[in-house]
C-alpha cells in the first residue's frame, strides 16, 4: 500500500513538472503567423492525400475479403492495365503538385520574411543559448530570450563548439545553428511565454540545453530594454522601417 502511495506522488509530480514547463506544439499551440501557416499547410496536404490513403486501405480490404482463396477464387493470369497503371501514376503526380505550391510559397515565407524590428544573434554552446542585442549592449547567457510581442525578430543563428539546433515548435521556428556559419530565421509572436529546446544530439547535457522566449507587450519590453541596455547601447527599440528597393523584389508574398 505504500508503495501504491509513493507511486502516485511521483506521478502527481511528475504531471505538475510536465505543466509547469509544457513545451507547446504548433500543432496544438501555434502562436505565431509562420506556425500557423505550417498548421494550415499540413492540413491542407492532409485533404488531398487522405482519399489516396483511405482508397488504398479500401482496396486492399475488399480484395483481402473478396478474393480469398476459402471462397476458391483462383489468382488472375493478367499481369498489366494500362488505363488503371496510368491512373495511379497520373492522379498522386497531381497531388503533389497541388501540396508542393502552397509549401514553396511557405518556405519562401520563412526564408525571405519581413523587415525586422528587433535582430539578435543567438549563439549555441554546450550545453546552453547566448543571445546578444546588436546595438543594444545586452548579452544573455543561459537566460530567457525576451522580445517585443507582434514584432518581426530576425535571428541570426551560430554556434562555437557543435551543431546545435534553436527549435521553439510553437512560434514555427527550428533552424540549425553550426560553427563558422550563420543561418537566418525569424518569428512574430503573441504576448506569452514560449519553450523549446535543443533539437540536435549536441553532447552528455543536451537534455538540459532548453530553450525560454518570453514575448512582451511592446510597452514592457522597452521597459525591459531601459533596464538592460548598457550605456552607449540604443535605449529605445528601433522604429519599424520602410523595406527598401531590395526587399521588394524579395518580400514573400501574403500567406492569406
Not at 497503371?85 to 497541388?98: G, R, S
Request: glycine fraction near 6%; hydrophobic fraction near 45%.
Amino acid at each position: 500500500m505504500l508503495s501504491f502511495f509513493n507511486h502516485a506522488a511521483v506521478s502527481a509530480r511528475l504531471l505538475a513538472l510536465l505543466q509547469e514547463h509544457r513545451v507547446t506544439t504548433w500543432l496544438t499551440d501555434p502562436s505565431s503567423p509562420i506556425a500557423l501557416a505550417i498548421r494550415s499547410d499540413i492540413g491542407h496536404a492532409l485533404l488531398i492525400i487522405m482519399p489516396f490513403i483511405l482508397i488504398a486501405w479500401g482496396g486492399l480490404i475488399y480484395c483481402i475479403i473478396k478474393f480469398r482463396a476459402s471462397r476458391g477464387h483462383k489468382p488472375a493470369t493478367f499481369t498489366h492495365n494500362n488505363p488503371l497503371e496510368f491512373a495511379w501514376t497520373a492522379l498522386p503526380l497531381m497531388a503533389v503538385i497541388l501540396v508542393m505550391i502552397p509549401a514553396y510559397k511557405l518556405l519562401h515565407h520563412m526564408d525571405y520574411g519581413p523587415h525586422p524590428d528587433l535582430s539578435i544573434t543567438v549563439v549555441g554552446h554546450q550545453f546552453f543559448w547566448e543571445f546578444k542585442y546588436p546595438g543594444y549592449g545586452i548579452d544573455r547567457a543561459n537566460e530567457a530570450l525576451v522580445v517585443p510581442a507582434n514584432r518581426n525578430i530576425s535571428l541570426h543563428i551560430t554556434s562555437v563548439d557543435v551543431i546545435h539546433g534553436f527549435y521553439v515548435p510553437s512560434l514555427g521556428v527550428q533552424m540549425d545553428a553550426v560553427p563558422g556559419h550563420i543561418n537566418y530565421a525569424w518569428f512574430n509572436a503573441k504576448p506569452g511565454t514560449y519553450r523549446g529546446q535543443c533539437a540536435m544530439l549536441c553532447g552528455r547535457l543536451h537534455s538540459k540545453m532548453l530553450i525560454t522566449v518570453i514575448a512582451l507587450p511592446p510597452a514592457q519590453f522597452q521597459t525591459w530594454l531601459d533596464n538592460h541596455a548598457k550605456s552607449g547601447g540604443q535605449a529605445a527599440l528601433r522604429r519599424r522601417a520602410q523595406p527598401g528597393l531590395a526587399s521588394l523584389f524579395l518580400a514573400p508574398r501574403s500567406l492569406s
